[in-house]
């Protein structure tokens, strides 16, 4: 008879435990869950516990957050742009940069400056261009770039990975 009490308790430690893994985040739900479980065992297996301690997580802040912090400047593709604008100069020239699909995004030197169709105002030189599609496809070119030159570039890319795949039997 006095067995039912404890297995009503004990089902009520257990959903309390779930109520609060279920509102608590990350590692802090695992504290709690197994915080419970160790409650409700029995009273020994309590005291005989060794109290949790919850890791810091990378990235966490001095404040204890530990979400990441958003940077409040511009993406770093508009601030590659206006490095090379910057330098561009007077004898500046122009690069029209296309692909297809649409919306392939372009590394200039290995700096990620937007996605396609885009003009660039460069200064003049030679330019190492790389596009990256979002289904594995790539392709990559070097544009010499004259004095008041514009030029356009279309990349054909190059799929990673088959587009089909044929089984023999």
């Given at each position: 008879m006095?067995?039912v009490?404890?297995?009503?308790?004990?089902?009520?430690?257990?959903?309390?435990?779930?109520?609060?893994?279920?509102?608590?985040?990350?590692?802090?739900?695992?504290a709690i869950?197994?915080?419970?479980?160790?409650?409700?065992v029995?009273?020994?297996?309590?005291?005989?516990?060794?109290?949790?301690?919850?890791?810091?997580?990378?990235?966490a802040?001095?404040?204890?957050?530990q979400?990441?912090?958003?940077s409040?400047?511009?993406?770093?593709?508009?601030t590659?742009?206006?490095?090379?604008?910057?330098?561009?100069?007077?004898?500046?020239?122009?690069?029209?940069?296309?692909a297809?699909?649409?919306?392939?995004?372009?590394?200039?030197?290995?700096?990620?400056?937007?996605?396609?169709?885009?003009?660039?105002v460069?200064?003049?030189?030679?330019?190492?261009?790389?596009?990256?599609?979002?289904?594995?496809?790539?392709?990559?070119?070097?544009v010499d770039?004259?004095p008041?030159?514009?030029?356009?570039?279309?990349?054909?890319?190059?799929?990673?990975?088959?587009a089909?795949?044929?089984?023999?039997q």
């Amino acid at each position: 008879m006095a067995r039912v009490p404890f297995l009503q308790k004990l089902a009520g430690l257990a959903i309390a435990a779930f109520a609060c893994a279920a509102f608590a985040s990350g590692a802090r739900a695992q504290a709690i869950a197994e915080a419970a479980g160790a409650t409700s065992v029995s009273a020994t297996a309590t005291a005989a516990a060794k109290p949790i301690v919850i890791p810091k997580l990378p990235g966490a802040t001095a404040s204890g957050s530990q979400h990441l912090i958003a940077s409040a400047g511009p993406p770093p593709q508009e601030t590659n742009v206006r490095d090379f604008q910057a330098k561009a100069g007077k004898d500046a020239g122009k690069l029209l940069l296309r692909a297809t699909p649409v919306a392939t995004q372009i590394w200039v030197n290995g700096k990620i400056v937007g996605k396609t169709p885009l003009l660039l105002v460069l200064a003049p030189g030679k330019y190492d261009v790389e596009m990256r599609g979002a289904r594995g496809e790539s392709g990559k070119t070097t544009v010499d770039l004259l004095p008041r030159e514009t030029r356009e570039v279309e990349l054909k890319m190059h799929s990673l990975y088959p587009a089909r795949v044929m089984s023999q039997q």
